[in-house]
């Protein structure tokens, strides 16, 4: 273990950390996507996170998002942790909670960290001592069970179901958006450069509980993801913005996924026009097999009423893998903030406060 050097980022690691990401994740990331997500954030004037080097070789990364987030009506930089790799041959040396400790001890300035760990890293999440705000949900409409079946394997008869299934999903899916709302004194627009309208949207007025800070530039940069198309919809009433949604679009192993990434403004926003801009959603991405909605920002009665179902209930809940929404409060003399940070009814977030979408 002593023959690892444990370091900050620098400079000259991004080809090695692109190689290891490949190496480790099966994916090959380009420079736009480094430089969007870490190296031009403009939210943080270095890459933020700590490397592992080994023989002068980058073998394991835990790299953090620097997010800009309001809390109790101020503006401050938190971080999250994101692409944290470990090369194969250097797995349980205790690479990630060395890496983990010392990113904490650097950045002990700012004022949490947050993340959303699957159920196999939380164990070493609540180690660390991050406490658990929540288990968050995810609503989810399966266009077509057919491509998920194809691209997660399974054997024939996993293939031969999910065929089988398509059918059903389509005429299922049918009969909902026939029978969704469709307001008729509602426009909906796609916007060629939203981030001014979001950003007017989202300021009307901002939620009193926590979430990201959500202004142009917070826009422009976020929706910069080489990654992910995206698209807003504006819902217009009497030509007046009343809501938008943003909607995200990929296409990986064969499965093209279609995510709400965002709402303005996060509370507040009329149910007719966010039903009017996830009908027009669903209605441009034909093609789409998965779509996938946050479980805060647009009603659950809106999404049931297109055919979204949570992830936390049968049958989604017996196949999917729970999520958690957990935080770390720095340093560890403010813990009585963190125990304010735990109340999941005091934050307010969407999936554009995850590194993901």
Do not use: C
Request: charged share 25%; glycine share 6%; net charge negative.
């Amino acid at each position: 273990m002593s023959d690892y050097e444990i370091r900050p980022f620098e400079p000259g690691d991004a080809d090695g950390f692109r190689s290891l990401y490949a190496t480790v994740m099966g994916e090959r990331k380009g420079q736009e996507w480094f430089a969007w997500k870490y190296a031009e954030n403009p939210y943080a004037e270095e890459v933020p996170g700590m490397v592992a080097v080994r023989d002068e070789t980058l073998v394991a990364a835990r790299p953090l998002l620097a997010l800009p987030m309001r809390v109790d009506g101020e503006r401050e930089v938190a971080l999250q942790p994101a692409d944290t790799m470990v090369h194969p041959d250097h797995r349980r040396q205790g690479l990630f909670t060395r890496m983990t400790e010392r990113a904490m001890e650097r950045y002990g300035d700012r004022p949490f960290f947050f993340n959303f760990p699957n159920e196999r890293s939380r164990a070493g999440y609540r180690k660390l001592g991050w406490a658990v705000v929540s288990e968050r949900e995810s609503y989810y409409r399966i266009s077509n069970p057919r491509a998920l079946g194809r691209s997660r394997g399974g054997g024939a008869a996993v293939r031969l179901a999910s065929a089988a299934a398509t059918p059903v999903a389509r005429a299922y899916y049918g009969i909902r958006d026939r029978t969704a709302p469709d307001p008729p004194e509602i426009v909906v627009e796609t916007a060629s450069d939203p981030a001014a309208t979001l950003a007017e949207l989202a300021a009307s007025p901002p939620p009193d509980r926590i979430h990201a800070a959500r202004d142009e530039e917070f826009y422009r940069w976020r929706l910069g993801n080489p990654d992910w198309e995206y698209t807003a919809y504006v819902a217009e009433r009497e030509g007046d913005p009343a809501a938008a949604v943003v909607a995200g679009t990929a296409t990986d192993s064969g499965v093209t996924t279609t995510r709400i990434l965002d709402v303005a403004p996060l509370e507040g926003a009329p149910e007719d026009a966010l039903a009017a801009a996830v009908g027009q959603i669903v209605a441009d991405h034909a093609a789409t097999d998965v779509f996938v909605a946050p479980p805060q920002g647009i009603p659950a009665g809106v999404l049931r009423a297109f055919g979204f179902h949570a992830d936390s209930v049968p049958p989604l809940s017996r196949v999917a893998s729970p999520t958690s929404h957990v935080v770390r409060a720095l340093p560890a003399d403010r813990a009585t903030e963190e125990s304010a940070l735990t109340d999941p009814d005091d934050w307010l977030l969407t999936f554009a406060e995850a590194d993901t979408s």
